[in-house]
Structure formats: C-alpha cells, structure tokens
C-alpha cells in the first residue's frame, strides 16, 4: 500500500512539473532568495506546525522545481542550497526545537498585546467571549495573526542571533587576548632563555678574568713608579700640607 501511494506522489509530482513554466521557476528561485535566511520555515513555504514528513516533502517538490539542472536561472544553484539548508534545519531535533521555542515566545508576545487591546474595549460580549478563549483561538488562526506571528519571529530570531554573535565575537577577543598573552609569555622565556645561554658561554672568560686580577692584586706593575706621600704637620687636616722649610 505504502509503495503504490509512493508511486502515486511520483507521477502527480512528474506531472507538475511538466506544467511548470520557467517564468515559474524563475519566480520561486527570487522567492527562496529574498526570504528571511533565519527562518527555514519560511524557505520551505511551511506553517510553523507543520511535521518532518510535511518538511520532506515540500522540500522534495521545491527543490525539484528549482534544480539547476531543470531551471535555467543564474541563482538557481543557489536557491537549491537554501532549501537544502532548510530542510537540514527543520529535520535537526536541536535546531527545530530553538524555532520552535521562539515561536512559542512571538505568540506569548502577541497574545499579550492582544489582551492590553481589548481591556480598551467595552464591549461585553467580546470580553465574555475573551474569558473563554474563543476569541483568542478564532484570532490565531487568522491570516492577520499569522502575519503578525511571521514578523514576531523574525524579530526574535534576529535578537538571537545578534546576541549569538556578540558573545561569539567576546569570545573570540578573549581567546585573541589569551593567545597574545601566551605568545608575551614565551617570548619573555625564549628571551630569559637565550640570555642565560650567552651568560653560561661567557662564563671561563669571566673566570679567567677573575684570575688574573686575583693574581696581580694590589702589586705595582714593573717600571711603574708611585708619587711620594706628603707628610702633614697637621693631623687634624684633611687637605695636604706641603712641608714648612725653616730657618
């Protein structure tokens, strides 16, 4: 049963193709292109509630319909790739689970403005179907709503990812500043290193010279001759005092 509704999906997919014109195709690649790149959902054509196996298929016909080799538009393989992208995201049980958090928080936000615009409203009949919930799910499911949700999102993805590249960019200056300090760091060891090296190769001669001036000492050296030392007649002088001739 399985494989003949497979076969089914095959030759209603083969057909509609055949239908689809390049000025067609070429539409859909713009489309994929100027989608919001943060939104897989939004690559794909797909509600926010949609299942893996909706995200397959709707890949599955997208993807078909824009292949390089079927389209003939410049940015044909790039919009292939988007979808791919897409789908990639969507069928990741972490990623999916991020968009859909989000969207889970553009609706909380979008409910709340709701109700701060209908506390303005005195009409009691609205209110009462308010308190009920009717009117919130009837909302929902409007095309308004969804319009709203669809921008609500895009918003709080885009604060995400800001964020996300803000601590991205604290952490790669952090690392930068840790590997800087690191490459001081060696450079102040390979530094103390070498000098320790040339001090340990000068270290005979500075025995040698230190030998030689232990063994000369004090001594006069041969040939040299030393002024005499004038005597004082005053102890207490520090200056000295050429001696008085007398008489």
Same mark, same amino acid.
């Given at each position: ?60 016909? $997208? ?25 990639? $995201? $969507? ?57 709203? $949700? ?11 990812? /800001? ?25 102040? /060891? ?8 040339? /001090? ?48």
């Amino acid at each position: 049963m399985g494989e003949t509704s497979s076969v089914n999906d095959d030759l209603l997919l083969k057909n509609f193709f055949a239908e689809v014109s390049e000025v067609e195709r070429d539409n859909e690649v713009v489309r994929i292109l100027s989608c919001f790149k943060l939104n897989p959902f939004e690559h794909l054509k797909l509600s926010f509630d949609s299942s893996i196996d909706e995200v397959k298929k709707q890949y599955r016909k $997208l993807s078909l319909m824009v292949h390089p080799d079927k389209c003939k538009h410049p940015q044909a393989k790039e919009a292939f790739g988007a979808l791919a992208k897409a789908q990639q $995201l $969507l069928l990741d049980h972490n990623e999916r689970d991020y968009l859909l958090s989000q969207v889970n928080s553009a609706k909380d936000e979008l409910r709340a403005k709701r109700k701060k615009q209908l506390k303005k409203d005195t009409a009691s009949k609205l209110k009462s179907m308010v308190e009920e919930g009717k009117y919130d799910k009837q909302y929902e499911q409007s095309e308004e709503f969804q319009k709203e $949700l669809k921008i609500k999102v895009r918003e709080l993805l885009t604060e995400q990812e /800001w964020r996300r590249r803000k601590m991205q960019m604290r952490i790669s200056e952090e690392e930068g500043r840790l590997k800087k300090d690191e490459e001081e760091q060696k450079e102040m /060891w390979k530094r103390k290193r070498e000098h320790e090296e040339q /001090w340990e190769g000068t270290r005979e001669q500075r025995v040698s010279s230190w030998r030689d001036f232990m063994k000369g000492g004090k001594k006069t050296k041969k040939g040299e001759i030393r002024p005499p030392k004038l005597k004082t007649e005053d102890p207490n002088k520090s200056y000295v005092q050429r001696p008085v001739k007398r008489g």
